[in-house]
């Protein structure tokens, strides 16, 4: 595991698995919000971004976390581990309120300069990605190799193995 790809929607856990493996296997993590986002919630040229998105996939070791469709293909075919978080919309839901009540005004910590913000249209998205996503990532996911593709349904399977793995439990 040195190049490891994280995907899911968002309210998986992306960002505190990334950032739990970066500890464990002492790997760099790049967020790619962090990439796409400047300070208050300024998009960055979508170009621009996928460039140094597909720079950070193009270094020997890695964690990168987000699944933005316009370079996923790129990153599966690098990764050597890829880890789909297939969670339930409900689920998802779930964890966007957790996060958003834990951590609102708050700037977080893999988006310099942005504070946890919730929206109705924000909302909206989480509500409607699985539906609108899901088909693509396993369709992108079907063209590389099987074996280093891992799908977790729910927290509980990605928490065993986590701590089949490292030993240990994974810090939230």
Known sequence: MERICIIGGSGTGKTTLSNNLSKELNLPV????GIHYLE?????????????ILERASEEKWIIDG?????????LEKADYVIYLDYSTMAQVIGVLKRF???HGKEK????????KMS?????????WRKDKRNEIIEKISKIDNNKVHVFYNR????KWYENTFGKKMEH
Do not use: A, P
């Open 120 to 128: 109705w249209e924000f909302l909206w998205i989480v509500i409607n």
């Open 109 to 116: 910590d893999e988006i310099l300069g942005c504070k946890e």
């Open 40 to 52: 208050n919630w300024k998009k960055r040229d979508k170009e621009e971004r996928d460039k140094l």
């Open 30 to 33: 790049y967020h790619i919000d």
């Open 67 to 75: 699944t933005y469709h316009s370079t996923l293909q790129q990153r």
């Open 156 to 159: 509980k399977q990605l928490n």
């Open 101 to 103: 009540i834990k951590n």
